[in-house]
């Protein structure tokens, strides 16, 4: 009679490398959908409030519903998002992705606008000086100041994004969070720990991505601290 295999994942134990190598592609599988569906909610978020901080800049009245409107979106629970959303979207990716950037948008939005407002007046005095209309003071002179604050906006959104993803596995389309959902489910111990381990790991990488990106834009921040 053949004695039952004795390995890590038979014993359910937390850490096994077994399950890294008989689930490989299911984890890879996971993770790109992880990347997928959050750099995408975030693209789609930067559109949608680069031209949203650009009309509070513009129009001083318009800077409260704004940032009222994207603040009360912010507080509203992740489960609850999604429930609103179903009616439009069905059980979908896209789902996800629409809450996702609705997320998104305060911290963006308060972010590039706060960069906007913080480019000093006697900058932008002397930049219609020189004789720069609107469209070229805005992409030469505004945006390129304000990138700080924008980035540092974009990196907490990207990161919050990650983190958001999971939840999606309410829907079949979490990413990691599937793995997560089905392991704490099931209590498998070293899917649970494996999908939250790849989960911070997606994190702290796509912050300091997004932080040599900023620092590769902005070289006179650099020149500043010098």
Not at 109 to 124: F, H, K, S
Not at 156 to 183: D, H, K, P, Q
Not at 193 to 213: E, H, I, K, N, P
Request: aromatic fraction near 6%.
């Amino acid at each position: 009679m053949t004695a039952p295999p004795d390995d890590c994942l038979t014993r359910n134990e937390w850490i096994c490398g077994l399950y890294l190598t008989t689930r490989r592609q299911i984890l890879l599988d996971a993770v790109l959908q992880h990347l997928r569906l959050t750099t995408l909610s975030v693209l789609i978020a930067v559109a949608v409030a680069l031209p949203l901080a650009l009309l509070a800049r513009r129009l001083g009245w318009a800077a409260g519903p704004v940032l009222a409107v994207t603040t009360v979106l912010y507080t509203i629970p992740s489960l609850a998002m999604f429930s609103l959303l179903l009616p439009l979207y069905g059980l979908s990716a896209a789902l996800v992705v629409a809450g996702l950037v609705l997320y998104s948008l305060t911290l963006l939005v308060r972010n590039i606008l706060a960069g906007l407002r913080a480019v000093p007046e006697e900058t932008r005095q002397a930049a219609r000086g020189l004789g720069y209309g609107p469209l070229r003071l805005l992409l030469t002179v505004e945006l390129p100041l304000a990138l700080p604050a924008a980035m540092a906006g974009l990196r907490i959104a990207t990161v919050s994004a990650v983190s958001l993803v999971t939840v999606g596995a309410i829907v079949g389309f979490g990413g990691l969070g599937n793995l997560l959902y089905a392991g704490m489910n099931t209590y498998f111990k070293a899917q649970v720990l494996t999908a939250s381990v790849l989960c911070v790991l997606l994190a702290v990488a796509a912050d300091l991505l997004l932080l040599g990106v900023q620092w590769l834009i902005t070289p006179w921040t650099r020149a500043g601290r010098a």
